[in-house]
């Protein structure tokens, strides 16, 4: 199984609410990751997961709250979001090590932000 | 800090033509993993084909080809018998992970839009 899925395909919040996105892998990666790609744009990392603790995390406004409850689910929980956050948000995960390193991808989930 | 660009930003080929997209990139490290990755219109993004750094000899996985040039800091793709379904925007990606410190970074360049014609 070399597939990243993601829920919900689409999601429309505004601006007071909250929300999760979710994303689950079974490949055994200890790593995984989301990222935020506006229309037409690379995407841009937010956080990465390795061995399930929060490695990095790319000064990302707090409004954007990451969890990892185990190795192969990954959640992004969304409170208080500004309109200028809607895009479409990918989860990737990958091996970590020697020889490794590319990043399987979900097929994201596009959030529009009213 | 690490820099990724992809200078074309569209081509196009006809199709069972051969193209090439370009990308450079700039850092300091001496060991690190390149990648392409391709991203379907609609479709969720795949790789094509990776790269260390550390490894002279150029990857290849089918008719997908890389030319590495580590001192130019150089990673062009050349696409061979273009068919119509490489359409796509590919993005030219650099990875360094630094695991005493723990610092990671995954950069991606801003993407070449591929059209392959009938």
């Known amino acids: 199984d070399t597939e990243v899925t993601q829920t919900p395909k689409h999601l429309v919040m505004g601006m007071t609410n909250k929300k999760s996105l979710k994303c689950e892998q079974h490949?055994?990666?200890?790593?995984m990751y989301w990222y935020k790609q506006k229309a037409k744009k690379p995407p841009e990392l937010m956080f990465v997961?390795?061995?399930?603790?929060?490695?990095i995390n790319e000064s990302v406004p707090s409004r954007f709250s990451p969890e990892c409850p185990n190795s192969s689910l990954l959640n992004l929980h969304l409170h208080a979001l500004q309109p200028e956050d809607s895009a479409l948000y990918l989860c990737?995960?990958?091996?970590?090590?020697?020889?490794?390193?590319?990043?399987?991808f979900g097929p994201g989930t596009r959030l529009t932000v009213t | 800090a690490q820099t990724v660009t992809q200078s074309q930003p569209e081509m196009s080929v006809q199709e069972a033509e051969t193209v090439t997209l370009s990308c450079t990139y700039d850092?300091?490290?001496?060991?690190?993993?390149l990648f392409w990755y391709k991203q379907p219109p609609s479709r969720q993004m795949i790789l094509v084909i990776r790269?260390?750094?550390?490894?002279?000899q150029n990857a290849t996985e089918n008719r997908f080809s890389v030319n590495f040039q580590k001192a130019a800091k150089s990673f062009s793709l050349k696409i061979s018998d273009s068919q119509l379904g490489d359409t796509a925007m590919y993005f030219c990606?650099?990875?360094?992970?630094?695991?005493?410190?723990?610092?990671?970074?995954?950069?991606f360049g801003t993407g070449t839009r591929l059209k392959v014609l009938a």
């Open positions: 850092t300091s490290e001496n060991n690190y993993y």
């Open positions: 990606a650099f990875m360094k992970h630094r695991t005493t410190s723990g610092t990671y970074k995954y950069i």
């Open positions: 490949m055994g990666h200890r790593a």
């Open positions: 990737a995960s990958s091996q970590m090590g020697q020889g490794s390193y590319e990043q399987y």
């Open positions: 790269q260390e750094a550390y490894k002279q």
């Open positions: 997961y390795s061995y399930e603790k929060l490695s």
